[in-house]
């Protein structure tokens, strides 16, 4: 059957818009693109241990069978789940199958009716649909800006409030200032949450996050913990109290009804975080790399295109999808993978470059992608 008329011209609009997504080849460029900010996703050795701990430990088996409340919570979960609680100094951890997965399931089941959330405006598409489907009231406040975060506690000081934000932003890369953020939460008693899926193995001496690298784990109600982007594999964890796991055990609905993740998927998360713990040489690179980056772009003029960031996400704005997407093009006829970000996944007038920045590029590949740029742009 064909599609139906009305979805055929929404996808007519997109075209016209030049901003129809497709899904792109396999490309064997030079990487400023993907998630993999410290190269596990490509580690033999993270592979290889895997693969010997599950044979070791007699999980010769390809699925999960079932939910993890069914037959599905094989031995895998508790063990990485309790080295992840150690790991992130917290009192649990839940493993769910997606970041996507963690946020829709938290932010669906744990406000209630009547409560209020409080949600950044730039808050990820996950954390946006969760709260869609939850019974409490919600509200944005501007990017970053916890003057109008205040405000909007204040018309709400009656209600159970939670505060979500993230601690580096897929898109821009900068990150809001935490500590302010949680004293201002605790003046009102509100309840904090914080998306942590691009400071995972980023942050902190092994990686461990922003919010644990400044202190602030134990004065924070959630994080979430997403593992396909630093850690290169896939899954997610949400961080918190026992009493917090038990309830999204009982309530959380992608949790629940859906087949557990792979002893095989567990056990390379399992044995990413133990690789992150003895890999501070990598993570210190990757730090070395965003120093450099934001060095270059300042020496080439390029400083004004970019907002500011010190993560490894630095996006420079390049308006429209057209003019995006055409340097995008240049640079990968030159051998470089980078990716351009266009509207509606950004507002119209903020279509930019995405440049991730990772341990394993070279100083000479900075230098040639950032020469491409001014070349490509003035």
Do not use: W
Request: hydrophobic content about 40%; some cysteine.
């Amino acid at each position: 059957m064909k599609l139906p008329e009305n979805l055929i011209q929404k996808l007519v609009s997109r075209k016209e818009n030049n901003a129809l997504r497709q899904l792109p080849d396999t490309s064997a460029s030079i990487d400023f693109t993907s998630n993999d900010y410290i190269g596990f996703s490509n580690s033999a050795s993270i592979f290889n241990e895997t693969h010997q701990y599950l044979i070791d430990n007699n999980c010769i088996q390809n699925g999960a069978t079932g939910s993890r409340l069914i037959s599905g919570n094989h031995i895998l979960y508790k063990t990485t789940e309790t080295f992840i609680t150690q790991f992130h100094e917290s009192e649990s951890a839940l493993i769910f199958n997606s970041g996507y997965d963690a946020n829709v399931g938290f932010f669906s089941a744990v406000p209630q009716r009547n409560d209020v959330i409080l949600y950044d405006e730039l808050s990820h598409a996950s954390i946006r649909d969760g709260i869609l489907m939850s019974n409490a009231k919600s509200y944005k406040f501007n990017h970053n800006d916890f003057e109008d975060l205040e405000q909007h506690i204040l018309k709400h000081q009656n209600a159970i409030i939670y505060i979500v934000t993230e601690s580096v932003f897929s898109m821009d890369g900068d990150c809001p200032n935490l500590e302010e953020l949680v004293v201002l939460s605790e003046k009102y008693n509100c309840y904090l949450v914080i998306d942590e899926a691009h400071a995972l193995g980023v942050f902190g001496e092994k990686g461990e996050g922003l919010v644990q690298f400044l202190g602030l784990h134990n004065r924070v109600f959630a994080r979430v913990m997403t593992f396909g982007k630093g850690l290169g594999c896939h899954g997610a964890v949400v961080l918190g109290s026992e009493e917090l796991k038990e309830y999204l055990v009982n309530f959380a609905r992608s949790f629940i009804y859906t087949t557990g993740l792979s002893p095989h998927s567990v056990g390379t998360i399992f044995i990413a975080y133990q690789q992150l713990e003895i890999e501070k040489e990598t993570i210190e690179k990757l730090r070395q790399n965003i120093v450099y980056f934001n060095q270059q772009k300042k020496l080439l003029g390029l400083q004004p295109l970019f907002v500011r960031s010190k993560s490894a996400i630095q996006s420079a704005i390049i308006p429209g999808n057209e003019n995006a997407k055409a340097v995008a093009k240049k640079m990968l006829d030159k051998g470089f993978d980078v990716k351009a970000i266009l509207s509606p996944t950004v507002p119209e007038g903020q279509e930019r470059l995405r440049f991730c920045i990772h341990s394993y590029n070279s100083e000479e590949d900075i230098n040639k992608i950032l020469e491409l740029l001014r070349n490509y742009v003035f």
